[in-house]
Nanobody
């Protein structure tokens, strides 16, 4: 069992930065792929980025590539999402999730956090 808790969301102006953290409990966390997803009001949950268990493989959606960076520290059981050059369209609730496969489909992720709100003002 893995429990995930996101933090670091907030209100920021366009062009600003935020760093989200996903803290995990559970001794098997380091063996999981961890992904970040987001969901804006009235829209479906959208893949943002994910990272493999060792941290040497990452993948980003086209909408955030070059602006966001995902990383992990397995010693701290934490995955980070550094978000730079934020845009109003990045406004959403951001969720982290853990699962066994390096895929972008939300359904393959077994464990989810409660989400953290990110709001980017223009």
């Amino acid at each position: 069992q893995v429990r995930l808790v996101e933090s670091g969301g907030g209100l920021v102006q366009a062009g600003g930065s935020l760093r989200l953290s996903c803290a995990a409990s559970g001794h098997t966390f380091s063996s999981y792929v961890v992904g970040w997803f987001r969901q804006a009001p009235g829209k479906e949950r959208e893949f943002v980025a994910h990272i493999n268990w060792s941290g040497d493989r990452t993948y980003y959606s086209d909408s955030v590539k070059g602006r966001f960076t995902i990383s992990r520290d397995n010693a701290k059981n934490t995955v980070y999402l550094q978000m730079n050059s934020l845009l109003p369209r990045d406004t959403a609730v951001y969720y982290c999730a853990a699962g066994p496969l390096f895929l972008v489909t939300p359904s393959v992720y077994n464990y989810w956090g409660q989400g953290t709100q990110v709001t980017v003002s223009s």
